[in-house]
């Protein structure tokens, strides 16, 4: 206003000093807008930058969490797997020891059934064995006795030898290792 007094008046001099402190004015208070302007937006850039940096710090929180649940996850799983191996492998293992128990059992039912016919066939051995005795004591010439004492022999040796290979051979595959056992007992 005093810049349009003083043309008005046609003071050119006090009129261009008050255009120029009207002018530093309005730039000090457009300076003043802008540095207010220019402060708002630096909080602000800040402010989204913190928010912006803790959502990133929540996300590699969530990821991190995410990640460890999963292999926690993951770990139960195998852990899972590994105890049903483990069960069936010991289920697995039960049955064939189910399996082998009958299957000895089976080999001492038979063991047993041979041996008492090996032992009734003994029996009828040595009975027979004691009729050509009888026979030898009756025979009338000493060839007769001779060939029935051979006879008689024969027989007492061949049930002796017989009954005790097949129960060996039946020892033998129902308890196998019976004899290494025994044998190591002995040298130790």
Request: charged share 35%; with cysteine.
């Amino acid at each position: 206003m005093l810049y349009k007094i003083n043309i008005a008046q046609q003071d050119s001099s006090a009129a261009f000093r008050y255009f120029v402190l009207a002018k530093q004015y309005e730039d000090s208070l457009f300076l003043d807008e802008k540095q207010k302007t220019l402060t708002s937006l630096e909080l602000q850039y800040k402010f989204e930058k913190n928010e912006q940096d803790l959502m990133l710090a929540r996300q590699r929180r969530n990821v991190a969490i995410i990640i460890i649940s999963g292999c926690l996850l993951f770990s139960l799983i195998i852990i899972v797997l590994i105890l049903n191996q483990l069960r069936l492998k010991a289920k697995k293992l039960q049955l064939e020891k189910e399996v082998h128990e009958r299957e000895l059992e089976f080999k001492n039912k038979e063991m047993v059934i041979n041996v008492m016919s090996l032992m009734k066939k003994n029996e009828m051995l040595a009975e027979l064995s004691e009729k050509l005795i009888l026979l030898e004591k009756e025979a009338n010439s000493d060839e007769s006795r001779d060939t029935i004492k051979k006879v008689a022999r024969e027989v007492q040796k061949s049930q002796e030898e017989e009954i005790w290979k097949e129960f060996s051979t039946r020892f033998k595959e129902v308890h196998g290792d019976f004899y290494d056992k025994l044998l190591k007992d002995i040298r130790h």
